[in-house]
């Protein structure tokens, strides 16, 4: 049973679709998501289940686990058992256990060497069939949900399934980012039990392939992104990534709706990650923080150097190239930079050179490390995160409530999170941080000198830090718009 608080209008049974989920399986930002939002729901009163797939890691962490059901005979798909158990917040969770497709060595979509599993689209096939046997009548359960949340494509097929299976519940599909689409070759969609007739402009192909994401979009009820502004953005060529069109004509079912963050994980106050913790009203721990990152990445111990930090991938998305051609001039000024992240291999390697010509003043950590992540988000003045298109983003609200104004383009759900600072957004007592428009290295420079400058001033600086601190981007807020869709389609 969900551990609710019934605060819901009314309550809600909710099958939400994943591939990972945190702490178990995380590779990014999807996790987060499919661990905060359900346990925010389950707070409003809604009766919550999480279905996963059962990797060899997942299963690893749950010794106490009920089988429900066998099931078998599911065309083009191994048998698989469909076992229970709860997340560490309550959250009632259901796995997937089938060994020939999840239990393997390696990462959760891809291999040791870096490669995408050659059987992916039958991995997440299965869990998108699953997910909607579970929201039909055929399902072996005795919960039954009212409706079915669908995350990214890895869950896209399940849409599919229930519109050529009668007396489903209705979906809910999530867009996390749509730059990653799952699409697979033609001859795959007999082995997934797909109909001929689904392989279609209106149905799941694209382009003479099979797609989960677009199969998702076109059959699913409603549609959702993870900010308002990137539900616009995604309707437009430049991010649409050929699947504008069908969103344009969907345009009455999507709807934006800004994630929110962990505040229990993410809170100064109780941080065991940090040096010193610290609050609004005492922020002496913040300075102590500063000096402990300074300390750990050899830097220069200089109390009143701006610090900038940066948690990133590696990749063109968030524009770390960008930053690292900014960087010479930026480092001219007399700041600081701290890097914490991993991916493209030159982008790495660049940064790593840069830092060897810039001792005690440039200093990036290649990989990915939880706990140095937080005491950037502490320890740092000033957070950079130039994404050239970020469908939500985390960090800039972290930054925010760490009391480290960040720097951002403005794109999807950082111009709906950051409010840039000048003379007017600060006497309204609304600025948290700096946006610029222009994805250009000569505008993120300007930015970034635009934050130092402020930062100079204390009493600007004060006030800016003490509006993203007192900022609610807590998860109620989210998971109630997402119950008030769930409800519309119920009653629809």
């Known amino acids: 049973m969900c551990p609710g608080h019934g605060q819901g209008k009314s309550k809600m049974r909710v099958l939400f679709v994943t591939s990972e989920v945190a702490p178990l ?153 749509l730059a990653f689409q799952g699409v697979f070759p033609a001859a795959i969609r007999g082995t997934l039990g797909l109909p001929p007739e689904s392989f279609q402009l209106h149905g799941v192909e694209f382009y003479g392939n099979l797609s989960f994401l677009k199969a998702g979009l076109y059959y699913a009820n409603h549609i959702t992104t993870v900010s308002p502004t990137y539900a616009d953005e995604i309707q437009t060529e430049a991010l649409g990534f050929g699947l504008q069109g069908l969103l344009q004509s969907r345009s009455d079912t999507l709807t934006g709706i800004l994630n929110g963050i962990d505040e229990k994980e993410w809170n100064p106050a109780t941080d065991a990650a940090l040096a010193q913790t610290y609050t609004l009203k005492k922020m002496a721990g913040k300075s102590a923080n500063k000096r402990d990152l300074q300390k750990q990445m050899g830097l220069q111990l200089a109390p009143e150097t701006p610090l900038f930090g940066l948690v990133s991938r590696f990749t063109h998305q968030k524009g770390v190239d960008v930053v690292l051609e900014i960087a010479p001039r930026l480092l001219a000024s007399g700041v600081q930079l701290v890097m914490l992240g991993s991916g493209d291999a ?43 298109f970020e469908p939500c983003g985390l960090n800039q609200m972290y930054s925010q409530r760490y009391g480290t104004p960040p720097v951002v383009h403005a794109t999807g759900g950082l111009v709906d999170s950051v409010t840039d600072c000048d003379n007017d957004s600060l006497l309204r007592g609304d600025a948290t941080g700096f946006v610029f428009h222009d994805m250009t290295a000569s505008s993120l420079l300007d930015c970034a000198q635009r934050a130092v400058s402020c930062y100079q001033d204390k009493g600007k600086w004060s006030m800016l830090q003490s509006n993203g601190m007192a900022k609610d981007f807590s998860w109620l807020y989210s998971a109630a718009k997402y119950h008030e869709i769930y409800e519309s389609l119920k009653n629809s």
């Not at 699953?130 to 890895?154: F, T």
């Not at 706990?371 to 950037?376: A, E």
Request: aromatic fraction near 6%.
């Open 25 to 177: 399986i995380k590779t990014g930002g999807l996790a987060d998501v499919s661990a905060a939002l359900p346990a925010a729901l389950c707070r409003l009163g809604d009766d919550v289940r999480v279905l996963l797939p059962g990797y060899s890691q997942v299963l690893s962490q749950l010794p106490s686990c009920k089988v429900e059901a066998t099931l078998s005979g599911i065309e083009g798909f191994p048998e698989a058992r469909l076992l229970s158990s709860v997340l560490p917040d309550g959250v009632p969770l259901l796995v997937i256990d089938c060994a020939p497709l999840f239990q393997r060595e390696g990462g959760i979509y891809q291999d040791a060497q870096g490669a995408d599993w050659a059987d992916n689209a039958l991995r997440f096939g299965l869990l998108s069939k699953v997910a909607a046997i579970l929201g039909g009548e055929a399902s072996p359960l005795k919960w039954r949900p009212e409706v079915v949340h669908c995350n990214d494509w890895q869950s896209g097929l399940t849409p599919a399934y229930m519109h050529f299976s009668p007396k489903g519940a209705p979906c809910v599909m999530t867009v996390h980012n």
């Open 346 to 388: 030159e982008m790495q390697a660049a940064a790593l050179l840069l830092a060897r010509e810039y001792p005690g003043q440039l200093a990036i950590r290649i990989g990915f490390d939880e706990k140095l992540s937080h005491l950037i988000e502490a320890g740092a003045d000033i957070f950079l995160m130039p994404s050239r």
